[in-house]
């Protein structure tokens, strides 16, 4: 799924020129490598293979990619049948989840952030649904919240590797926190040593150590 760039804004007067071009580094090998951020929780009941589907059936069919416009107008004709059936099972955890990710995969971060926290009411140590929640949030700018959530997430399930992951992330990019970022990453490896990206983590790591040297 295509993951929006990083929404929050860094104040670039307090790096030094050196340290402003390892992150933007970082970020453009991040962002070529993992795609930004990663989701946590999969669709139940196949709804992710439905939102790739609509993506791919616009690249064929169409010479230019979908306009902000489009794109929430596909979103909204996949989510119709499951707010449908929310009516009917206003607590159905499943349809929940698979609405905040069809939102989430529609850019729609705001929509999404309704209804991951509609999930975590229901089931509140979902750690999945938690990390998605704190991802969205970040992609709306709100660095704290997106921590917060990653570190709940965490508490419930601390070998994450997704909330691991995305809390390097947010750390650096949104707190200017290298040093945290590398604990989370390390982390991630030490509680993960067959993790598929376990070459790029130890990169970022690296770029990380380096960004502290300044």
């Known amino acids: 799924m295509p993951r929006r760039e990083q929404a929050s804004a860094i104040p670039q007067a307090s790096w030094t020129g050196r340290q402003a071009y390892i992150l933007a580094v970082f970020c453009l090998v991040l962002g070529a490598a993992l795609g930004y951020l990663f989701r946590a929780s999969a669709s139940p009941g196949g709804t992710d293979e439905a939102a790739s589907s609509i993506g791919d059936s616009v690249s064929r069919s169409q010479p230019h990619q979908p306009s902000p416009e489009e794109q929430e107008q596909m979103v909204d004709q996949a989510v119709a049948p499951l707010l449908t059936a929310l009516k009917a099972s206003p607590d159905d955890l499943a349809t929940i989840v698979n609405v905040a990710n069809l939102y989430y995969d529609g850019r729609q971060f705001s929509e999404a952030i309704r209804y991951y926290r509609r999930a975590v009411k229901i089931q509140p140590h979902n750690s999945d649904v938690l990390t998605d929640l704190g991802t969205s949030l970040w992609y709306t700018g709100d660095a704290d919240q997106a921590i917060a959530n990653f570190e709940q997430?965490?508490?419930?399930?601390?070998?994450?590797?997704?909330?691991?992951?995305?809390?390097?992330?947010?750390?650096?990019?949104?707190?200017?926190?290298?040093?945290?970022?590398?604990?989370?990453?390390?982390?991630?490896?030490?509680?993960n040593p067959n993790y598929p990206q376990k070459q790029q983590v130890e990169e970022y790591i690296a770029r990380a150590k380096q960004h502290l040297k300044g």
């Open 153 to 191: 997430a965490l508490k419930y399930r601390p070998d994450s590797p997704e909330a691991l992951f995305n809390l390097g992330v947010v750390r650096w990019q949104g707190k200017m926190d290298p040093k945290g970022a590398t604990q989370a990453w390390e982390q991630l490896l030490e509680r």
